[in-house]
């Protein structure tokens, strides 16, 4: 690696072709030069459209010796093999979220970059690059709002895929509130629990929704994060944090207003994939950045971790119908 980071995409749904797109156009410092897939034909044609190289396995994309770094867009039972796998190799590897399909698969992942020695894994949780949410960030630990005491979240979604499920809820959707909460706060979850409320009928399918996930921090703050899977009016995240002398909100995105028939309006987006497009940008720049000085800055593996822990507290609690602790191992001085 000298001034340009190698990257092996695999996983050319999506998102994966949207990262590719972003590496290749919108960020200098990367060349994609290799791709996989399960489906080979999906990485052959993005091989062929963008001239990277083919391979038939991530495992063997992994090894490759042009490869100086991974991107994991494949489906989420994937991510945790693949990410062990670069470890492995010593390589760089960010990995769309979640990290795991569980705590203690992202246990190992720490094991593992433990005896790496430095941190060589980023979790996709891009919203912390989303210029709303850094400037809450910054207003919160700036101290003039006082201590925050507790969040208000919805995340809600217009439709899902098929074959979702209700745990998809927490470990697809609510994974990112997971994340941003504790991140804006400065604290880790101490309790999780997930409440029932009356359902929607524009639910395509068996899962459960809406859900209404509530925690607890260490230091007692409560956070609520309203979980609409399917149905909603549109794609609509919101969050206010409660300060001792204020309130924050996350700005809703620039949309041009109307005035006209007697009524003033905007659009509301209802594709998610708009909504932190330019979050992504920067969290790929940034990230470029950070392996070329062989320092990674970004959400951790520890991060990961957190989100998976609180994400498993939560679905359990769905089974006893009581708060169920969020029980974390101390955290390694790697990740401090
Ligand atoms: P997608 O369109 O289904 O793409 C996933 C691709 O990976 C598919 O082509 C899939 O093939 C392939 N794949 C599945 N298992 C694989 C394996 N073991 N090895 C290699 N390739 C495999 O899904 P997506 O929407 O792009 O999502 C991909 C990942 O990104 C998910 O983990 C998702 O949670 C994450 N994501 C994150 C964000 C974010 O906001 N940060 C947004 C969207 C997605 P098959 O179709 O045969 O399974």
């Known amino acids: 690696m000298e001034n340009k980071v190698r990257v092996g995409v695999i996983g050319c749904g999506a998102i994966g072709r949207d990262h590719i797109r972003r590496l290749t156009g919108l960020v200098p410092e990367t060349d994609v030069v290799a791709v996989a897939d399960f489906i080979p034909e999906a990485a052959q044609k993005v091989a062929g459209q963008y001239g990277a190289k083919f391979y038939a396995t991530g495992e063997e994309l992994i090894a490759a010796p042009e490869v100086d770094a991974v991107l994991i867009t494949s489906a989420d039972p994937s991510h945790a093999g693949y990410v062990l796998e670069c470890l492995k190799h010593n390589k760089y590897v960010f990995c769309e979220k979640p990290l795991a399909q569980t705590a203690s698969d992202c246990e190992k992942i720490m094991q593992a970059e433990l005896a790496c020695g430095k941190r060589l894994v980023q979790v996709g949780f891009m919203r912390r690059y989303d210029r709303g949410y850094a400037a809450m960030k910054e207003l919160i630990a700036g101290g003039r709002l006082g201590d925050p005491l507790m969040i208000h979240a919805a995340h809600r979604n217009v439709s899902?895929?098929?074959?979702?499920?209700?745990?998809?809820?927490?470990?697809?959707?609510?994974?990112?509130?997971?994340?941003?909460?504790?991140?804006?706060?400065?604290?880790?979850?101490?309790?999780?629990?997930?409440?029932?409320?009356?359902?929607?009928?524009?639910?395509?399918?068996?899962?459960?929704?809406?859900?209404?996930?509530?925690?607890?921090?260490?230091?007692g703050q409560r956070i609520d994060i309203e979980v609409q899977t399917d149905g909603a009016y549109a794609y609509d995240i919101q969050c206010q944090v409660v300060c001792e002398n204020g309130t924050v909100n996350l700005p809703d995105p620039a949309a041009v207003v109307t005035r006209a028939d007697a009524k003033y309006s905007f659009d509301i987006l209802t594709d998610w994939s708009q909504r932190f497009i330019e979050a992504y940008d920067i969290e790929f720049q940034q990230w470029a950045k950070a392996v070329l000085a062989d320092h990674l800055t970004g959400p951790s593996t520890w991060d990961g971790y957190a989100a998976c822990v609180a994400a498993d507290a939560v679905m359990l609690s769905r089974k006893t119908g009581k708060p169920e602790n969020v029980n974390m191992i101390d955290k390694p001085a790697l990740y401090a």
Not at 163 to 192: C, K, N, P, Q
Not at 205 to 216: K, S, Y
């Open 160 to 219: 899902q895929a098929p074959g979702f499920e209700t745990d998809y809820a927490i470990t697809r959707v609510a994974i990112h509130e997971l994340d941003i909460s504790r991140w804006l706060l400065g604290d880790e979850y101490a309790t999780a629990q997930v409440l029932a409320v009356r359902q929607s009928k524009a639910t395509k399918g068996e899962w459960l929704n809406p859900q209404v996930v509530m925690l607890t921090t260490k230091s």
